[in-house]
């Protein structure tokens, strides 16, 4: 009973600390971003139809409580906060300057219908953009952004927003190249509280992180004891409002009375289109700051966001508040941020703090003038603060020093240059590294000869040491990756090196592409140029497991067998080893035969070699001859044609088969459905001899690939040679016995091994 209730306790205090966060986050939200539409109405009509400055703060606000309902309700992300955005704001404002110019002397109605007409159109468009990329799926696109050009990205957001909060606490625009005539004009007390309630929150926050409480309390407990030190040193409202110290002065009037549209009649559409440049310039930055916002919120949420989801709402509200004359919205990255920190991941905040400015829409801002400035100053410098901490001392201990070099090099390109241009380098420099780096990647990930890598056919002794002698003539290059024009020149200067060793008896190089994953245009150059090197030389150039993408771009560029005469296609690597070892010994016999012909020793040399194999080998026929005739009263012909099965994979086979003529192929499957050859049996061998034995399901097919002798033992029978002759059982056993270690002999020198 206990437990229970301390857990209902601890569930209403965490319950409680949700809704306080809550609340404060809208509220905050709802006041700076109401101060931010006053603002943004002052900066586009204030000097070009003043008259309508107090129109656009309501259209502005009923727009940006419109955003912030519709997409924090549709959002992929439950805690979002979006509102008008400041880059369309400033080119609106651009255009606002450009139409006064061409419209001189026209009376405020005329401007206010013209300025509002290109507003609507960029933010109609913008909303357009948006549903058509996430229609498309093309939002994750976004993906390929490296991650070095995002950290800059949150870098530089982090930079601008602190640069922001020291304008707002003072009034002066913060430059580093004017830092001199920033300090002169700037009053110290104001920049000195904004600085100090920006620093204590961060120091707060990373002290007691994952507390949510910490950030309202701390904003409602500074608000507090800012009025309560006025009241105590006898400063009233309007001496600190004179002084710059509250965030004021805001409409007095409900904003509703003046909400109105423009008289259409008035648009000079003419003058309108020649803003076309300025309003595409509208959409595109809305684009790729939506994007870049999305993939940073992800970083700051700590999870994938569905952005083609995002984009569809974005573009929603953007349709639904274009009518009204708002500018381009979309998420609030710093806004979002700051809710994330303070625990507000609810989609309850995005909806009350468009309730927020609805409210301030039919009641008017009158209310907000005792906001404290340096607070409304000071959340932008602590959450620029925190990211600059992020990115430039937390990464410089977890990201390469390379990828940190570029987070610093955009954040200094955004403050010297602009924001533009610093994501812009920062993707050109990522792309840059990236192909170095890949291009050290060693495109090889495996090298072997003919004496480590062997096919599975069943060999004379003879070639099989003629192998050994001449491994050197082969080559099995395991390629890996994509292959683009860094990694196949590094490829091809390898195999340069390879041919022109001193001694080279190179004949045929193998190259398995089974993990390359895609070949470029300049690559299948390369391989061209690689061919034709190899084809001078009398080197077989032959490429097995070339996907259809591969082999497509290879065929499209003219790289096929019927081109080049010593270029060659297999699908498997056994196939082509195995045709591989079939030209070098063929090749050796030849010599050796022509050597012979002219009386060399060449032959007795080989003989030499070979010699105890054969011995050995002519032991194990006799061996096989002489049981085959003692068992004949136990054995079966069998009658069977090229094509046939002796036995087939995954079944129990319990009968030994002999092969006296013919050859035998055992062909398996494996997890992935794809057929490989385990090994070729000739004349003198015999199999299916371990399942008699073991009685195991069978781990491969056999199939007759050239009809012959065979002989069946079958179990019945088996049984029956053990009860009648146990000599010739246990004889029957020794060949066993002997051919299996011969063959694992054999084995053991195909991968590099000793014998004895």
């Not at 093309?138 to 993906?143: S, T, Y």
């Not at 008289?263 to 930055?285: M, N």
């Not at 994953?517 to 070339?546: N, W």
């Not at 026929?621 to 003692?630: D, P, S």
């Amino acid at each position: 009973m206990e437990f229970n209730m301390s857990s209902t306790g601890e569930t209403s205090a965490s319950s409680s600390k949700q809704i306080i966060s809550k609340l404060t986050a809208a509220a905050i939200f709802g006041i700076l971003n109401t101060s931010f539409a006053v603002s943004y109405s002052s900066l586009i009509f204030s000097s070009t139809a003043p008259t309508y400055f107090v129109v656009a703060v309501a259209l502005f606000l009923l727009g940006g409580c419109l955003v912030s309902i519709i997409i924090c309700s549709m959002s992929s992300y439950s805690g979002v906060i979006a509102f008008i955005q400041d880059v369309p704001v400033a080119i609106s404002g651009l255009i606002a300057l450009s139409m006064a110019a061409m419209l001189q002397g026209a009376n405020p109605d005329v401007l206010f219908a013209n300025i509002f007409t290109a507003i609507a159109l960029s933010t109609l468009l913008t909303g357009i953009a948006f549903l058509l990329l996430g229609y498309f799926k093309l939002g994750n696109l976004v993906r390929f952004i490296p991650y070095p050009v995002m950290g800059g990205f949150l870098a530089a957001t982090g930079w601008l927003l602190f640069k922001g909060g020291l304008q707002v606490s003072t009034g002066v625009g913060f430059e580093v190249l004017h830092l001199g005539s920033f300090f002169k004009q700037a009053d110290p007390g104001h920049l000195i509280c904004a600085l100090v309630f920006g620093l204590g929150l961060l120091m707060l926050t990373r002290r007691f992180s994952g507390n949510g409480l910490v950030t309202p309390i701390t904003i409602v407990g500074s608000i507090l004891l800012f009025l309560l030190s006025a009241r105590l040193f006898g400063y009233d409202m309007a001496y600190l409002d004179s002084n710059g110290w509250l965030l004021g002065p805001l409409p007095e009037e409900p904003l509703w009375r003046s909400a109105a549209l423009p008289d259409w009649r008035l648009i000079d559409w003419p003058i309108v289109f020649q803003q076309t440049g300025s309003i595409a310039t509208i959409v595109v930055l809305s684009v790729i700051s939506l994007l870049l916002n999305s993939t940073g919120i992800e970083f700051i949420a700590g999870r994938d966001l569905e952005i083609n989801r995002d984009l569809k709402a974005s573009g929603i509200a953007n349709l639904a508040t274009g009518f009204i004359g708002a500018p381009s919205s979309y998420v609030f990255i710093s806004q979002t941020a700051l809710a994330t920190r303070m625990g507000a991941r609810d989609r309850s905040v995005g909806i009350l703090h468009g309730l927020f400015l609805l409210m301030v829409f039919f009641v008017g801002g009158t209310f907000l003038d005792f906001f404290p400035k340096f607070v409304a100053a000071g959340l932008p410098i602590y959450l620029g603060l925190s990211m600059l901490w992020e990115w430039l001392i937390d990464a410089r201990r977890s990201v390469p020093r390379v990828d940190f070099a570029i987070i610093v090099g955009i954040l200094l390109i955004v403050e010297f240059f602009g924001f533009l241009q610093g994501i812009g380098i920062g993707i050109v420099a990522s792309v840059v590294i990236f192909v170095f780096r890949y291009s050290s990647i060693d495109i090889i990930k495996n090298k072997f000869d003919g004496s480590s890598f062997r096919s599975s056919k069943d060999r004379s002794i003879t070639d099989q040491r003629l192998l050994d002698y001449h491994s050197d003539q082969l080559v099995i290059l395991q390629l890996q990756g994509f292959i683009f024009f860094g990694t196949a020149n590094s490829l091809y200067e390898k195999i340069k090196q390879l041919t022109t060793m001193p001694d080279n008896a190179l004949k045929f190089i193998v190259m398995d592409m089974m993990l390359v994953q895609g070949i470029d245009s300049s690559a299948v150059k390369s391989f061209q140029k690689l061919a034709r090197d190899l084809e001078k030389k009398d080197i077989d150039l032959v490429i097995v497991h070339a996907s259809e993408p591969v082999r497509t771009a290879f065929e499209a560029d003219g790289l096929q067998s019927s081109e080049y005469e010593r270029l060659h296609y297999f699908d498997d690597l056994e196939h082509a080893t195995e045709w591989c070892e079939d030209l070098i010994t063929e090749n050796e016999a030849r010599k050796i035969e022509a050597a012979k012909m002219e009386g060399q020793e060449a032959v007795a040399d080989l003989f030499q070699a070979v010699y105890a194999d054969m011995m050995a080998a002519l032991e194990i026929q006799v061996m096989f001859e002489t049981l085959i005739e003692r068992m004949k009263a136990y054995l079966e012909t069998l009658d069977v044609a090229t094509g046939d099965y002796l036995y087939c994979q995954n079944e129990i086979s319990t009968d030994v088969y002999f092969i006296v003529r013919g050859q035998v192929t055992l062909v398996g499957t494996n997890s992935e459905g794809a057929s490989f050859r385990f090994r070729t049996l000739g004349p003198w061998t015999l199999t299916g001899e371990i399942g008699a034995f073991l009685g195991y399901h069978a781990p491969y097919d056999a199939m007759l690939e050239k009809a012959g002798l065979i002989y069946r033992l079958t179990a019945e029978k088996r049984k029956k040679l053990e009860a009648e002759d146990a000599a010739l059982a246990s004889d029957l056993q020794r060949l066993i016995i002997t051919m299996l270690g011969s063959q694992l002999m054999k084995t053991t020198r195909a991968l590099g091994g000793t014998t004895g």
